[in-house]
């Protein structure tokens, strides 16, 4: 008798996984076919995608590729101005991205460090207030966050706008304070005895043990700049990066030829380096964001 429940055990947990390895196929289908459509179309003429997008092209033609560094254009949405090129706006990309977390991460490890290793009037109250600020959807404080900026002449301005990027109180902070929870405190009582500074401690002693979290926060959060266009849509008009120049280009289709394939490859190539950092980082990513949201 107990043999055979647990052979109709076995076979139970079989039909389980199979059913879940089908979905989950399924969905890496769903989740690919859009890039893979994307790809193919690339390749063909204009007259080959008006004509049928799901066929394979009938000549290759890679130029498209090159094209987009040399045609591809995006016209300011005021109207006036030289069109962006793709350079332009993947060097806007690129510092936009690296500023942003730099930023966000420093900002969000120095709130975190302070709220997780110290005890001090109103702290408990503060990670609280985080928590039930991060359960807002941000959409809504959009109104004010654009009126504060436009107060503070952030818009269109890089030197002062990085400010916005520095509250530190979002999902990094809250995986950063479980990371720094999880610290032993021995370390730091013995460098203090040693004379070393809180900051010291930070630097030298708290941070190396950490530095695996920070770098899975910075790619995760770097994954979401690089294909945040709404940065540039409504804060930095005058510099858009290439999500936002992916949309500006549609106003630009009959100043090049095979528009839609041009705009295909330029769609491909911005694809590639997230595509690039995330499969040669998973494993850091999950590994680090699981563990620091169990500890604390």
């Given at each position: 008798?107990?043999?055979?429940?647990?052979k109709n055990?076995?076979?139970?947990d079989?039909i389980?996984?199979?059913?879940?390895f089908v979905l989950?196929v399924?969905?890496?289908?769903l989740?690919?076919?859009?890039?893979?459509?994307?790809?193919l179309?690339?390749?063909?003429t204009s007259l080959?995608y008006n004509?049928?997008?799901?066929?394979?092209p009938e000549?290759?033609l890679f130029?498209?590729?090159l094209?987009?560094f040399t045609?591809?254009?995006?016209?300011?949405?005021?109207?006036?101005?030289?069109?962006?090129?793709?350079?332009?706006m993947?060097?806007n990309s690129?510092?936009?991205?690296?500023?942003?977390v730099?930023?966000?991460?420093?900002s969000?490890?120095?709130l975190?460090y302070a709220l997780?290793?110290?005890?001090?009037?109103?702290s408990?109250f503060l990670?609280?207030?985080?928590?039930?600020?991060?359960?807002?959807p941000i959409i809504?404080?959009?109104p004010?966050q654009?009126?504060?900026?436009?107060t503070?002449?952030?818009?269109n301005?890089p030197?002062?706008i990085?400010?916005?990027?520095?509250?530190?109180f979002?999902?990094?902070?809250?995986?950063l304070?479980?990371y720094?929870?999880g610290?032993s405190?021995?370390?730091?009582?013995?460098?203090?005895?040693d004379?070393?500074?809180n900051f010291?401690?930070l630097?030298?002693?708290?941070?190396?043990?950490?530095?695996?979290?920070?770098?899975?926060?910075?790619?995760t959060q770097?994954?979401?700049?690089?294909?945040?266009?709404?940065?540039?849509?409504?804060?930095?008009?005058n510099y858009?990066?290439l999500?936002?120049g992916?949309?500006?280009?549609?106003?630009?289709?009959?100043l090049?030829?095979?528009?839609?394939?041009?705009?295909?490859?330029?769609?491909?190539?911005?694809?590639?380096p997230i595509?690039?950092l995330?499969a040669c980082?998973?494993n850091?990513?999950?590994?680090?964001?699981?563990t620091?949201g169990?500890?604390?």
């Amino acid at each position: 008798m107990t043999k055979l429940k647990l052979k109709n055990t076995h076979v139970g947990d079989k039909i389980i996984y199979f059913f879940f390895f089908v979905l989950f196929v399924g969905l890496a289908i769903l989740f690919l076919f859009p890039l893979l459509w994307t790809l193919l179309n690339s390749f063909k003429t204009s007259l080959e995608y008006n004509t049928n997008t799901l066929t394979f092209p009938e000549k290759w033609l890679f130029r498209h590729y090159l094209e987009v560094f040399t045609e591809f254009q995006a016209v300011p949405a005021t109207g006036g101005g030289e069109p962006f090129r793709y350079m332009e706006m993947l060097f806007n990309s690129l510092w936009i991205l690296v500023v942003n977390v730099f930023v966000n991460i420093v900002s969000s490890t120095l709130l975190a460090y302070a709220l997780a290793r110290f005890r001090f009037p109103g702290s408990k109250f503060l990670y609280s207030l985080v928590i039930f600020a991060n359960t807002i959807p941000i959409i809504g404080a959009g109104p004010a966050q654009y009126k504060m900026a436009m107060t503070l002449k952030m818009i269109n301005n890089p030197m002062t706008i990085w400010l916005m990027w520095a509250g530190g109180f979002d999902f990094a902070f809250i995986v950063l304070y479980g990371y720094f929870k999880g610290v032993s405190r021995s370390y730091s009582e013995s460098a203090k005895i040693d004379g070393a500074t809180n900051f010291t401690i930070l630097i030298k002693i708290i941070l190396p043990q950490v530095v695996p979290c920070i770098v899975a926060i910075a790619i995760t959060q770097a994954t979401g700049v690089w294909n945040n266009y709404s940065i540039s849509m409504i804060y930095l008009r005058n510099y858009p990066n290439l999500a936002y120049g992916m949309y500006l280009f549609k106003d630009s289709y009959f100043l090049v030829s095979d528009p839609e394939n041009i705009y295909f490859a330029a769609a491909v190539i911005s694809c590639l380096p997230i595509i690039v950092l995330y499969a040669c980082t998973q494993n850091l990513i999950l590994n680090n964001m699981t563990t620091g949201g169990l500890k604390g």
